[in-house]
């Protein structure tokens, strides 16, 4: 008899703690509201003060100890429920200089000024502001679900992404050192082309390795009449625009991913006038890091030698420079994000979590997974649009509004609402259970 009852009581347990995670009207309607309210009010990267503060505010609301302004404007929030793993959940805080073109009555119609002293307008236009209503509500969920498993939660509201600096400054402030170190580390991210309701995962390499690259390209200057006297940099600058392209096609290994784009280019002032100087500015892009210093060095040789060709002077030689905004590529650990894949699919449904192809973008999640403890990470893709608009796309060979676009918008309710189920299933998949 008391057996049999234990093993009934055994079971019920089992079957409680494989129940899925619901959320009901009463608990969406809020973090609706708060999307809503931080899509309104977005702050550039290092400029997150009020977001971070109302980030903060939500999660300290929830029931979790806050610490404010670590690593700039960072925050870190701990849930602690007895013993257990310690999984880091994060989202990014910061906005871009992006005019909003959406028409939503909740638009952005904010300024700022930037780290350059221009007047820019500022847009949520990268889901940031979904990504922290789906924290909010992934904490609130923990806490309401705390029978349910053990162990601790680390929320990160991180400043700086588009800028990939501040996952770098909050662990040079001693992320890792001050609070629980984690064994586990998950993200989400809103995609522009993924209906909402489904969710989308990588397994390996997801996003790549991000360096900018300013290339300085000297000359002298003269009257365009009489180019003999002088050392034009914009020829200089075509021939080396023309010569780093031979970078991918000749000198990557075919099938090993790598991008080489010149984004900018900026000299001279009148037609009749070769100046001194123009300015390139590039995106390199791989996954390897053998291939990042590859694409690095093989942009300092083609320079210097497209320069030598022009013989250029030794004063007047070009300088490259390599800026320390860079990220490095995220690699979903294959198990884990296994692991989170069934997880969520055994609440969304497994028809609705979808293999997504690595994308050469950048996110500074990579980080986390960087120090010497090696953490194991996992970001998936959070759907956003309307399954019909996303059909007709497809449908019709178009594309959707892409995220940093002035036009892209998600649905927020149904998005926010499967952000918060998946994100909570796989933390709860991932701790110890009660």
């Known amino acids: 008899m008391c057996r049999s009852f234990f093993l009934l009581v055994l079971l019920v347990a089992r079957i409680f703690a494989a129940a899925p995670v619901t959320i009901t009207a009463d608990e969406l309607s809020p973090l609706v509201a708060l999307y809503k309210e931080l899509h309104a009010n977005p702050e550039l990267s290092l400029h997150e003060e009020q977001t971070a503060a109302r980030f903060a505010k939500e999660l300290r609301s929830a029931g979790l100890d806050v ?72 904490a609130r969920a923990l806490v309401k679900l705390s029978d349910r498993w053990s162990g601790t939660l680390l929320v990160i509201g991180q400043p700086a992404e588009e800028r990939v600096l501040g996952a770098r400054l909050m662990l ?11 064994g586990k580390a998950l993200a ?54 023309l010569a780093l392209q ?13 991008v080489v784009t010149v984004g900018s280019i900026h000299g001279g002032t009148k037609s009749n006038i070769i100046p001194d100087e123009v300015r390139l500015q590039l995106t390199l892009r ?26 250029m002077p030794a004063d007047r030689m070009p300088v490259v420079t390599v800026s320390d905004e860079s990220a490095t590529a995220l690699f979903n650990q294959p198990s884990l994000a296994s692991d989170v894949r069934t997880a969520i699919g055994g609440v969304l449904g497994a028809d609705n979590v979808v293999p997504r192809e690595p994308v050469m973008g950048a996110e500074d999640f990579s980080e986390f997974g ?16 309307p399954p019909a608009l996303v059909a007709e796309a497809k449908a019709k060979g178009t594309t959707l509004p892409s995220l940093h676009s002035p036009l892209f918008f998600p649905v927020p309710e149904p998005t926010i609402e499967t952000g918060v189920k998946a994100m909570t299933t796989a933390v709860l998949a991932l701790m110890k259970p009660r």
């Open 67 to 138: 610490t404010e302004n670590f690593g700039g404007h960072g925050v870190v929030g701990i849930l602690k429920n007895g013993d257990g793993p310690v999984i880091l959940v994060r989202t990014d805080l910061d906005a871009l200089p992006v005019q909003e073109k959406t028409g939503l009555p909740y638009a952005s119609t904010r300024t700022a000024t930037d780290d350059l002293g221009r007047e820019v307008p500022v847009m949520h236009a990268c889901g940031h502001d979904i990504h922290m209503a789906c924290l909010v509500g992934t």
């Open 172 to 182: 040079r402030a001693g992320l890792f050192e001050k609070f629980p170190k984690p």
């Open 188 to 241: 989400l991210h809103c995609s522009s082309d993924l209906p909402h309701g489904t969710v989308g995962i990588t397994e390996g390499f997801a996003l790549a390795n991000v360096n900018a690259v300013e290339i300085l390209v000297g000359g002298v200057g003269g009257h365009g009449s009489m180019p003999h006297l002088g050392k034009d940099p914009i020829v200089l600058a075509a021939q080396i625009v």
């Open 246 to 258: 031979t970078i991918v096609s000749r000198e990557v290994r075919p099938g090993d991913p790598a």
């Open 286 to 311: 791989s996954y390897k890091p053998e291939t990042r210093e590859a694409l690095i060095a093989s942009v300092r040789r083609i320079v210097k030698a497209q320069a030598e060709s022009a013989n």
């Open 370 to 385: 960087m120090t010497k403890e090696k953490i194991p990470l996992c970001m998936f893709w959070l759907g956003t649009q």
